[in-house]
T-cell receptor, first 112, second 114 residues
Framework: DQQVKQNSPSLSVQEGRISILNCDYT??????FLWYKKYPAEGPTFLIS?????DKNEDGRFTVFLNKSAKHLSLHIVPSQPGDSAVYFC???????????FGTGTSLTVIP | KAGVTQTPRYLIKTRGQQVTLSCSPI?????VSWYQQTPGQGLQFLFE???????NKGNFPGRFSGRQFSNSRSEMNVSTLELGDSALYLC?????????????FGSGTRLTVV
């Protein structure tokens, strides 16, 4: 059973606009969340993280929002750039040392 | 510093054969985790090794096994290959167990079973 879900397989956005990627999870024990970006023929690269004690974390153009009551997190990219075109995975875990559970990914295309 | 190195990059095997994949983590990282990526399933956790000991294991059959050496390099073995084992196998290293503070992934080994 998929404990982390990314229900949008793909998303297209115009350059300069906001990209919003969504992720839902079912396990209320998850307390640490990450986003990864993956280009073709490369491994995923870490983008941004958030722990359950916060509801927002920013890093440059990237902001992750966490809504614990809704078991939902989102990644905002503002402004979107063509180089952001990639597959984005969200991942979640509970407790230190446990495994991460990954979503199925959302393929973002930023149109110049 | 060198990243995570996975070899080989591509493999084609026949059903019933076995295969061994290799992963060299970032220097100083003692945790190596393995993931299987297939379309529609995302990344599925296989197992994690930390200081030569398997710490966690995902929900995969016993045909999937691994080990870690004293230099933190890790190997993953799949025996009696099935068509459904065709996937991208990703290795991830981290300083701490469990991938806390994030993994560094290798580029993966693309396994095709025919």
């Amino acid at each position: 059973d998929q404990q982390v879900k990314q229900n949008s397989p793909s998303l297209s956005v115009q350059e300069g606009r906001i990209s919003i990627l969504n992720c839902d999870y079912t396990n209320s024990m998850f307390d640490y969340f990450l986003w990864y970006k993956k280009y073709p023929a490369e491994g995923p690269t870490f983008l941004i993280s958030i722990s359950s004690i916060k509801d927002k974390n920013e890093d440059g153009r990237f902001t992750v929002f966490l809504n614990k009551s809704a078991k939902h997190l989102s990644l905002h990219i503002v402004p979107s750039q063509p180089g952001d075109s990639a597959v984005y995975f969200c991942a979640a875990k509970w407790n230190t040392g446990n495994q991460f559970y990954f979503g199925t990914g959302t393929s973002l295309t930023v149109i110049p | 510093k060198a990243g995570v190195t996975q070899t080989p990059r591509y493999l084609i095997k026949t059903r019933g054969q076995q295969v061994t994949l290799s992963c060299s983590p970032i220097s100083g990282h003692r945790s190596v985790s393995w993931y299987q990526q297939t379309p529609g399933q995302g990344l599925q956790f296989l197992f994690e090794y930390f200081s030569e000991t398997q710490r966690n294991k995902g929900n995969f059959p016993g045909r999937f096994s691994g080990r870690q050496f004293s230099n933190s390099r890790s190997e993953m073995n799949v025996s009696t290959l099935e068509l459904g084992d065709s996937a991208l196998y990703l290795c991830a290293s981290s300083l701490l167990a469990g991938g806390d503070y994030g993994y560094t992934f290798g580029s993966g080994t693309r396994l095709t079973v025919v």
